[in-house]
T-cell receptor, first 113, second 113 residues
Framework: NAGVTQTPKFQVLKTGQSMTLQCAQD?????MYWYRQDPGMGLRLIYYSASEGTTDKGEVPNGYNVSRLNKREFSLRLESAAPSQTSVYFC????????????FGSGTRLTVV | QQQVKQSPQSLIVQKGGISIINCAYE??????FPWYQQFPGKGPALLIAIRPDVSEKKEGRFTISFNKSAKQFSLHIMDSQPGDSATYFCAASRDTGRRALTFGSGTRLQVQP
């Protein structure tokens, strides 16, 4: 009964390095999301995938790319990390759309130095 | 553009008291309003949600009050307990079209014994 699994849990990057955050869900959900959480700013949507094969930009997509690898997996890539991308990243999934409630992963704490 | 404004940023309540957190939204197309609860080091979890066809929804000690004309909704926690100490986020979305939640900035609640 894993729910939404995110890896890694912690990561430190140097400016300009790249990395991919992994997310997988085992609830047969159709929709998946990536948010970043910063103090005083709540959770801001980076990208989402309403269903397998589709992805859409959210509120803060610049500097990120995503891949919906299959129904279970949705990855977030930072091509050239910047200090402004220091944040806690959450992946979430829902059955279909926001109205069914999200299940969140436990987050990835990323520091870019 | 902050579409969901949440207040207060932090709140201290005595055990047994009532905690009240308020949110206001701008987009009249929103038709789904959930509240999420987040403990330190964890992802947010769905607490309670309401749709605009009702003005109030109660689940145990948690109640959402909704005022469609004022475009406001609030979370009331009755008989607040130390275990309720967490960060609370309001959110909103349309159930059709763009199906991703827009979150408020969060309220850190501390219930003192």
């Amino acid at each position: 009964n894993a729910g939404v699994t995110q890896t890694p849990k912690f990561q430190v990057l140097k400016t300009g390095q790249s990395m991919t955050l992994q997310c997988a869900q085992d609830m047969n959900h159709n929709s998946m999301y990536w948010y970043r959480q910063d103090p005083g700013m709540g959770l801001r949507l980076i990208y989402y995938s309403a269903s397998e094969g589709t992805t859409d930009k959210g509120e803060v997509p610049n500097g990120y790319n995503v891949s919906r690898l299959n129904k279970r997996e949705f990855s977030l890539r930072l091509e050239s990390a910047a200090p402004s991308q220091t944040s806690v990243y959450f992946c979430a999934s829902s059955l279909t759309g926001a109205g069914y409630g999200y299940t969140f992963g436990s987050g990835t704490r990323l520091t870019v130095v | 553009q902050q579409q969901v404004k949440q207040s207060p940023q932090s709140l201290i309540v005595q055990k047994g008291g009532i905690s009240i957190i308020n949110c206001a939204y701008e987009n009249t197309a929103f038709d789904y309003f959930p509240w999420y609860q987040q403990f330190p080091g964890k992802g947010p979890a769905l607490l309670i949600a309401i749709r605009p066809d009702v003005s109030e929804k109660k689940e145990g000690r948690f109640t959402i009050s909704f005022n469609k004309s004022a475009k406001q909704f609030s979370l009331h926690i009755m008989d607040s307990q130390p275990g309720d100490s967490a960060t609370y986020f309001c959110a909103a979305s349309r159930d059709t079209g763009r199906r991703a939640l827009t979150f408020g900035s969060g309220t850190r609640l501390q219930v003192q014994p």
